[in-house]
């Protein structure tokens, strides 16, 4: 079976500093993408970044980075220079490549300082 | 444009009474779904829709049911409503190969 496991419930971090969230998955399959969500209070789901398991290429968006280890199952997310509005819940996600089912993380709560 | 919208945002009812959530998608996709996330912020998958047929069904009370009249719409009605059915709904969207869109959500409380 498909898991997402996201084992911070609650980070903190200072504004304009680094900040990794983890995410593990447990997966039989080879093809499939891994996702990042931001819910900020306004309670929007927003993609904050996607992965396909068949690039070996870490994505990057603007101050927002992955570090996919697909041997080890591992998905983690880099926010660099933090921003007050970085402040939300974070989800990981899995689904595989042909089958429209996703599964998601429990969530990872980010607090930012200023 | 919004891509997945939902209504109503905010429903308040009284356990025993049935209400319904709306859901159009302007993007074309095939497959829409209803989550709900409970007050721990879970997110759990309820239904999904492809081309108007149901294909995935998860443990959900048969309170629930959705109807999807074509592939850019998703409804959801609720029966019976139950304090414990109080949660946020989401209705998403995703082409074949990517990602989910999502709605803003349908925040239901029930008193």
């Known amino acids: 079976a498909q898991t997402v496991t996201q084992s911070q419930p609650e980070m903190s971090v200072q504004e304009a500093e680094t900040v990794t969230l983890s995410c593990t998955y447990d997966t039989s399959e080879s093809d499939y993408y891994l996702f990042w969500y931001k819910q900020p209070p306004s309670r929007q789901m927003i993609l904050v970044i996607r992965q396909e398991a068949y690039k070996q290429q870490n994505a990057t968006e603007n101050r927002f980075s992955v570090n996919f280890q697909k041997a080890a199952k591992s998905f983690s997310l880099k926010i660099s220079d933090s921003q007050l509005g970085d402040a939300a819940m974070y989800f990981c996600a899995y689904r595989l490549y042909n089958f429209n089912k996703f599964y998601f993380g429990s969530g990872t709560k980010l607090n930012v300082k200023p | 444009d919004t891509a997945v919208s939902q209504t109503p945002k905010y429903l308040v009812t009284q356990m025993g009474n049935d209400k319904s959530i709306k859901c159009e998608q302007n993007l074309g996709h095939d497959t829409m779904y209803w989550y709900k996330q409970d007050s721990k912020k879970f997110l759990k998958i309820m239904f999904s829709?492809?081309?108007?047929?149901?294909?995935i069904n998860e443990t959900v009370p048969n309170r629930f049911s959705p109807k999807s009249p074509d592939k850019a719409h998703l409804n959801l009605h609720i029966n019976s409503l139950e304090l414990g059915d109080s949660a946020v709904y989401f209705c998403a969207s995703s082409p074949s190969l990517g990602e989910l869109f999502f709605g803003e959500g349908s925040r239901l409380t029930v008193l």
């Open positions: 829709y492809n081309n108007k047929e149901l294909i």
